[in-house]
């Protein structure tokens, strides 16, 4: 097996949103703001190589969305998934599966594209397979009114037209050790219902691509919850959970969405689990 990081572009969000009650004199420490109280905020895939299987993990916002839409997000940066890709030897036809951790567009957004004559939407990855699960589905298809503005339907259903989802067989309630992507997945149901996130053994240490459970390494203290997380008692008590079992037994904690600390370890300190070091992906596997 063999991972890359895959840059699927660099946006901003309004830091209040992003860090929920917490004032911003604490949080702009970790997360500085700009003018317009906007916060830097990355969308950092992963490609996992594994035997003749290319998954990848999320795939951004795309680019299909209205010149409108985007002036909402304030991108930034020239990163995006074709150059990442070709960066390390692959196109996107060379992919087999997309995982998507949950529906949110800015986690599946590049998943569909616009058809060549822009009449209509189809996969951005037409060799692929894309993953969901049947729970989440159910609840990104028919969302509620929290959620409607971030699962746009034309992210969502050309998958299902196209004849390529398919949904994740579960196992556990909460936790199951394998899934047809060969890796571990913990569902959890804070920031929306039945997010899951990818526990992968490699090179002798335990990864686990964070998606929306720790956007940030700004978001490791406990009450430091999304804005957008549709339970936020249920975050925090996820949240203890795995950083408690993340500290202990030494997890690498990919960060998806922080533009400036690419992984994280994390320590049990008297104020709870906090920051222990800060990786960059070539430093911890290459």
């Known amino acids: ?25 604490i949080w702009n420490r970790t997360n500085p703001a700009d003018a317009n109280n906007m916060i830097d905020i990355a969308a950092t895939c992963l490609l996992v190589e594994d035997g003749d299987r290319l998954i990848l993990i999320d795939t951004g916002m795309g680019d299909k969305q209205s010149e409108k839409f985007f002036g909402y997000y304030y991108m930034w940066g020239d990163d995006n998934i074709d150059k990442s890709l070709k960066k390390h030897g692959f ?35 037409k060799n692929a397979t894309f993953w969901s699960n049947k729970e989440h589905w159910e609840w990104a298809t028919k969302p509620n009114a929290r959620e409607k503005a971030s699962f746009l339907k034309e992210n969502i259903l050309p998958m299902q037209e196209s004849g390529q989802l398919r949904f994740v067989e579960r196992t556990g309630e909460h936790f199951q050790d394998t899934s047809e992507l060969g890796f571990g997945i913990l569902y959890v149901d804070g920031h929306t219902d039945k997010q899951m996130i990818p526990h992968i053994n490699y090179k002798g240490k335990k990864l686990v691509f964070m998606a929306d459970l720790l956007p940030t390494a700004g978001h490791l203290p406990l009450p430091f ?35 400036h600390n690419e992984i994280v370890s994390v320590q049990d300190t008297e104020k709870g689990v906090r920051l222990k070091e800060v990786h960059t992906f070539n430093e911890l596997f290459n």
């Open 1 to 25: 097996m063999t991972l890359y990081p895959i840059e699927a572009g660099n946006f901003k969000l309004d830091g209040g949103a992003m860090f929920g009650v917490v004032p911003k004199t």
């Open 91 to 125: 196109h996107r036809d060379d992919i087999t599966d997309v995982f998507m951790t949950h529906l949110h567009f800015d986690h599946c957004g590049g998943s569909i594209q616009w058809n060549k004559d822009r009449t209509g939407y189809e996969p951005a990855f």
């Open 225 to 259: 919850v999304m804005g957008y997380d549709t339970r936020p008692l249920i975050t925090l008590s996820e949240k203890e959970k795995f950083l408690k079992k993340a500290a202990a037994e030494d997890y690498y904690l990919f960060l998806e969405h922080d533009a």
